[in-house]
């Protein structure tokens, strides 16, 4: 790959590999439009002794079984077989995570038995699932976070870098059904700067390189070449590449965040001010809508501004 200089719209230079913790460049690379080749890979790397050559994208919108809950949208959802895979990145730690993956797998789930909200509310029997065999499908949630869970010891990581989940008994090994797992790909615990490639003893190791330094990349590494698969997902990280709608999607995701950050530490320092408690809740409450308005009106989509801002689609389509 040759080295190459380009330019954002507004003149600033962009780096040649775009960063994967981007929703936009996740999405671009793992994706339907990415042909589903690095999903794959990305699978097979995180869930050992899985053969997968072919996948299907479902869609990531699962309505609730109450009119009371909100939609659930997840980054990237996907079949091969009877096996469903979601695929989530989380930037930044939040309260009660693990708690928040575990409510979302339960939507993956009821559906496979109960009927859509829509059909609950239509009152319709004609396209209801059959609930009389409660078989459950496996599902997998598969989360790349940046940061590190707590554990209670370094047996419970993978290599260091994977924690995984299932249920199980407690006295002894055996689960108690196939229908739900866990993978956390923790790449706060990815020690390697963007100069130490050679570091990487093997394919997972360089698959969490690239989530955590590649956008810092400015050449393909001399290490990494003889891995097939890691050049195939380099090759769909060059921005040169991308679309021109891809483009302007990735531009305007760095746009928000910039636009975010800046609104909440404006916030924060009005909140230092004004009393800190009162002050920055409602100094980010209002920056944070000030940027989706603006997001809203530049015709960015909603599912990216509800990721950047943190605000549901409904307090999106209200504003």
């Known amino acids: 790959m040759e080295k190459t200089k ?6 600033q230079e962009v780096r040649p590999f775009a960063n994967l913790m981007m929703d936009t460049a996740f999405k671009i690379s793992f994706g339907k439009e990415s042909g589903g080749q690095n999903m794959i890979y990305l699978l097979e790397k995180l869930l050992p002794g899985k053969h997968i050559t072919e996948i299907e994208y479902t869609d990531k919108e699962h309505p609730g079984l109450f009119l009371s809950e909100k939609k659930s949208i997840f980054d990237l959802e996907c079949k091969a077989g009877d096996e469903s895979f979601v695929v989530e990145m989380q930037v930044q730690k939040k309260s009660s995570f693990q708690d928040r993956v575990l409510y979302y797998s339960t939507f993956l789930l009821r559906e496979q038995l109960m009927t859509p909200l829509e059909e609950i509310q239509a009152l319709t029997t004609e396209k209801k699932k059959e609930i009389a065999d409660y078989k459950l ?9 940046n940061f590190k869970l707590k554990h209670q010891s370094a047996e419970a990581l993978d290599e260091g870098l994977i924690s995984r989940y299932s249920i199980r008994n407690e006295n002894a090994d055996e689960n108690m059904t196939e229908a739900l797992h866990f993978v956390f790909l923790e790449l706060g615990r990815m020690t390697y700067g963007p100069k130490e490639d050679y570091k990487c003893k093997n ?64 916030a924060r320092d009005d909140g230092i001010e004004e009393g800190f408690e009162r002050g920055v809740e409602k100094g980010v409450e209002k920056g944070v809508r000030t940027v989706a308005q603006n997001l809203k009106a530049s015709d960015i989509p909603p599912e990216t501004i509800a990721r950047v801002t943190g605000l549901t689609l409904e307090q999106i389509e209200a504003l």
């Open 137 to 145: 499908r496996p599902v997998y949630l598969v989360s790349i976070v």
């Open 6 to 11: 380009k330019t954002t719209s507004s003149g």
């Open 203 to 266: 394919p997972l190791e360089r698959l969490a390189f690239l989530f955590k330094n590649g956008e810092e990349l400015t050449h393909l590494p001399e290490s990494f070449e003889k891995d097939k698969e890691i050049l195939e997902l380099l090759k769909s990280m060059e921005i040169m590449k991308y679309t021109d709608e891809q483009r302007r999607r990735y531009e305007a995701e760095i746009f928000a965040t910039l636009e975010k950050n800046s609104e909440l530490k404006a």
